[in-house]
C-alpha cells in the first residue's frame, strides 16, 4: 500500500475548491466549505493561496450596520489562458479559452501538410489578435485524429496518412520550449468529448460518450470526470467495430469504411446539407448502424449520456438523429436519449483545458 502523505490531501481539497470557482460565478468562504465539506479554515488557507497565484481575486466588500460583509470571491479569468488546437489533416482549428472554459478567440486556417509551420505561424496570430500577454499561457492542448502513445510519445494517424507510428516528442518539445507552457497532445475525440462534459454549469456527474461521425468514425469516452484511453490508447477507436465477420484488416476500419463521408457520399449522392439525393435511404442506412454502436457502447460503458457530433450527422440533419433514437428504442434494453453536442468548439475548449489542468496540478503541489 503506497504510504499517506498529507500533502495529497491538501492538494485534493485544492482542486475540489478551485473546480467550486471553475463552477459558480462568485462564492463566499462559508458556502463553499458548505458545499465541498472541507473546514472553514482549511477552506480560507487554500484561497489565501489560490489569490497568491492570481487564480482567484476578492470583490470589493460593502459596510453595513452590523459590521463588514464577508469578501465575495471570483474565478480570476482575465489571468491565465490556454490554447487549444485541433488539427483535422487539412485545417487548423485553434482558439483561446479561459480558465472557465470560455472561447475567447477563435480562428480556423487551412495548413495543408505544413502542420508544424503553420501551427507556430498561426498561435503568434491568435495571440496577436486577442492581446493576451504571452507569459500568460498556461497550457496548449493538440488534438490529432490518431492514436497517441504519451509514454513512447508516438501518434498513428491512419486518417492522416500515418499508418504507422512516427515520433511526435520533438515537436511537442520545440512548442513548450518556445511558448514555456504545458504540451499535450491526444486524440481529437477524447478532447471534444472532455470539452463537452465540462461545458455544464453546475457539472454534469454522468459519464458521457462523445460519437463523431465525419470523414474518419471515432468516439471519447469520459468516465469518473476522466478521459477513458485504455491499456494500449484505443479506447474509443469504433470504427475498427465489426459486425460481420472478415478477415480483412482496413487501415481505417471495417465500419468506418461502410459509413463515413466518403461511403455516404458515393452510396447515396449526397453532396450537402442542401443536396436531398437519397437523403431516406441514407437515413436508414447510417442510422441502423449508429443504432448497433450506441446500443453496444452503452452495454460495455452503462453510460446514458450519449452524443453525436460530425459532418454526417450534420449532412443528414435531424433526420438522422430521430430515425436512430427511433432503432434504439426498439433494441437497447434501457432507455437513453441521443443529442448533439451541447457547445459550438468542444475540442478547442476540451483541449485548453486539459492542457491548462497539467499546470494547474503542478501548481497546486
Given at each position: 500500500?503506497?504510504?499517506?502523505?498529507?500533502?495529497?490531501?491538501?492538494?485534493?481539497?485544492?482542486?475540489?475548491?478551485?473546480?467550486?470557482?471553475?463552477?459558480n460565478e462568485s462564492?463566499?468562504?462559508?458556502?463553499?466549505?458548505?458545499?465541498?465539506?472541507?473546514?472553514?479554515?482549511?477552506?480560507?488557507?487554500?484561497?489565501?493561496?489560490?489569490?497568491?497565484?492570481?487564480?482567484?481575486?476578492?470583490?470589493?466588500?460593502?459596510?453595513?450596520?452590523?459590521?463588514?460583509?464577508?469578501?465575495?470571491?471570483?474565478?480570476?479569468?482575465?489571468?491565465?489562458?490556454?490554447?487549444?488546437?485541433?488539427?483535422?489533416?487539412?485545417?487548423?482549428?485553434?482558439?483561446?479559452?479561459?480558465?472557465?472554459?470560455?472561447?475567447?478567440?477563435?480562428?480556423?486556417?487551412?495548413?495543408?501538410?505544413?502542420?508544424?509551420?503553420?501551427?507556430?505561424?498561426?498561435?503568434?496570430?491568435?495571440?496577436?489578435?486577442?492581446?493576451?500577454?504571452?507569459?500568460?499561457?498556461?497550457g496548449i492542448g493538440?488534438?490529432?485524429?490518431?492514436?497517441?502513445?504519451?509514454?513512447?510519445?508516438?501518434?498513428?494517424?491512419?486518417?492522416?496518412?500515418?499508418?504507422?507510428?512516427?515520433?511526435?516528442?520533438?515537436?511537442?518539445?520545440?512548442?513548450?520550449?518556445?511558448?514555456?507552457?504545458?504540451?499535450?497532445?491526444?486524440?481529437d475525440l477524447n478532447?471534444?468529448?472532455?470539452?463537452?462534459?465540462?461545458?455544464?454549469?453546475?457539472?454534469?456527474?454522468?459519464?458521457?460518450?462523445?460519437?463523431?461521425?465525419?470523414?474518419?468514425?471515432?468516439?471519447?469516452?469520459?468516465?469518473?470526470?476522466?478521459?477513458?484511453?485504455?491499456?494500449?490508447?484505443?479506447?474509443?477507436?469504433?470504427?475498427?467495430?465489426?459486425?460481420?465477420?472478415?478477415?480483412?484488416?482496413?487501415?481505417?476500419?471495417?465500419?468506418?469504411?461502410?459509413?463515413?463521408?466518403?461511403?455516404?457520399?458515393?452510396?447515396?449522392?449526397?453532396?450537402?446539407?442542401?443536396?436531398?439525393?437519397?437523403?431516406?435511404?441514407?437515413?436508414?442506412?447510417?442510422?441502423?448502424?449508429?443504432?448497433?454502436?450506441?446500443?453496444?457502447?452503452?452495454?460495455?460503458?452503462?453510460?446514458?449520456?450519449?452524443?453525436?457530433?460530425?459532418?454526417?450527422?450534420?449532412?443528414?440533419?435531424?433526420?438522422?438523429?430521430?430515425?436512430?433514437?427511433?432503432?434504439?428504442?426498439?433494441?437497447?434494453?434501457?432507455?437513453?436519449?441521443?443529442?448533439?453536442?451541447?457547445?459550438?468548439?468542444?475540442?478547442?475548449?476540451?483541449?485548453?483545458?486539459?492542457?491548462?489542468?497539467?499546470?494547474?496540478?503542478?501548481?497546486?503541489?
Open positions: 500500500m503506497a504510504k499517506y502523505e498529507p500533502s495529497h490531501l491538501k492538494n485534493m481539497n485544492t482542486k475540489i475548491v478551485f473546480q467550486e470557482f471553475r463552477s462564492l463566499f468562504v462559508n458556502k463553499i466549505a458548505q458545499t465541498t465539506r472541507i473546514s472553514v479554515p482549511t477552506v480560507m488557507k487554500i484561497v489565501e493561496f489560490l489569490i497568491e497565484k492570481q487564480l482567484i481575486v476578492e470583490q470589493e466588500y460593502t459596510t453595513t450596520k452590523v459590521g463588514r460583509k464577508p469578501n465575495m470571491l471570483k474565478l480570476n479569468r482575465d489571468k491565465y489562458y490556454s490554447v487549444g488546437i485541433i488539427y483535422e489533416g487539412d485545417y487548423l482549428i485553434m482558439g483561446i479559452v479561459d480558465l472557465a472554459g470560455n472561447v475567447l478567440h477563435y480562428v480556423q486556417v487551412r495548413c495543408g501538410h505544413h502542420f508544424e509551420s503553420s501551427l507556430f505561424l498561426n498561435i503568434d496570430k491568435l495571440l496577436e489578435m486577442s492581446g493576451k500577454d504571452v507569459n500568460d499561457l498556461i493538440i488534438g490529432i485524429p490518431c492514436i497517441f502513445d504519451a509514454k513512447a510519445r508516438e501518434i498513428t494517424a491512419p486518417l492522416i496518412g500515418i499508418n504507422t507510428p512516427i515520433y511526435f516528442g520533438d515537436t511537442i518539445d520545440r512548442i513548450s520550449e518556445k511558448y514555456n507552457a504545458k504540451v499535450i497532445v491526444d486524440n478532447m471534444q468529448a472532455f470539452g463537452e462534459y465540462v461545458s455544464f454549469k453546475p457539472p454534469i456527474k454522468d459519464d458521457l460518450i462523445f460519437i463523431s461521425l465525419g470523414t474518419g468514425l471515432g468516439a471519447g469516452v469520459i468516465i469518473d470526470g476522466k478521459v477513458r484511453k485504455g491499456n494500449n490508447n484505443v479506447c474509443g477507436e469504433i470504427g475498427y467495430m465489426m459486425f460481420e465477420y472478415s478477415e480483412e484488416k482496413p487501415n481505417s476500419g471495417w465500419l468506418e469504411e461502410k459509413i463515413n463521408l466518403s461511403a455516404i457520399k458515393e452510396k447515396f449522392g449526397i453532396v450537402d446539407a442542401s443536396d436531398d439525393g437519397n437523403r431516406t435511404d441514407a437515413i436508414a442506412y447510417v442510422s441502423g448502424y449508429l443504432a448497433l454502436i450506441v446500443n453496444n457502447m452503452i452495454c460495455c460503458y452503462d453510460v446514458s449520456n450519449i452524443v453525436l457530433d460530425g459532418y454526417v450527422i450534420d449532412l443528414l440533419g435531424e433526420g438522422l438523429i430521430k430515425e436512430t433514437q427511433r432503432k434504439l428504442d426498439k433494441i437497447c434494453f434501457k432507455s437513453v436519449q441521443i443529442r448533439k453536442r451541447n457547445v459550438v468548439f468542444p475540442g478547442v475548449s476540451g483541449g485548453a483545458l486539459l492542457a491548462g489542468n497539467v499546470w494547474l496540478e503542478e501548481t497546486f503541489k
